[in-house]
Structures are given as C-alpha cells and as structure tokens.
C-alpha cells in the first residue's frame, strides 16, 4: 500500500469516529435517505448533520444523489461499512434502525 493510499484509509477511519457519523453509516446501510429525514431520526441540527455528511463526503465514504428537489445518501465504500458492522459484531440489541 502506498502512503497517498494509506492517508486516504486514515481519513476515512477519521470520518467515521464520531457516535452521530457511525449512526449515519448504520442507517444509510438499511436506506438512501434525505436530509430531512436524516436529520429526524438522530434528532440534530441541520447544521450540525451537514457538517456530518460533509466530513463522511469528504472522506469518501457516501455520495448523495439527486432525486428532484432532494438529495439522498448512500454508502459507496464498502470498507467503511464493513469497520462499522464489525463494531457491533456480536450485539443483538443494538437499535440500528435510527434512520427508517
């Protein structure tokens, strides 16, 4: 692995190490969401989740796509998701239905 590439995997182990992101990233596995209901479902400001899915943008873990007026998130790095359900392998009653 070369270091541009290991910088790149830091940024996204960085991304991902926040408690609201890693609920975003579980969410997001289940549905595409939009801001909206994103932001419903953790119960912060729109500000404080822009600044979320910017910082998750940024290190490339999700993309959103328009869909008319809205944009709606979806996962696009698998290495990501995969760190994330490794941290609750093993948990049956973890609610990870934050974003319906």
Avoid: W
């Amino acid at each position: 692995m070369d270091y541009e590439e290991l910088c790149n995997r830091t940024e996204m182990l960085k991304a991902l190490a926040h408690p609201q992101r890693i609920c975003i990233i579980r969410g997001l596995n289940k549905y595409h969401c939009n801001v909206g209901k994103i932001q419903q479902n953790l119960g912060i400001t729109q500000s404080g989740l822009s600044q979320h899915l910017a910082k998750l943008k940024s290190a490339g873990v999700i993309k959103g796509v328009r869909s008319g007026k809205e944009i709606c998130y979806q996962i696009i790095d698998q290495k990501a998701l995969r760190i994330v359900d490794i941290l609750f392998e093993g948990i049956d009653s973890c609610d990870d239905t934050l974003i319906e």
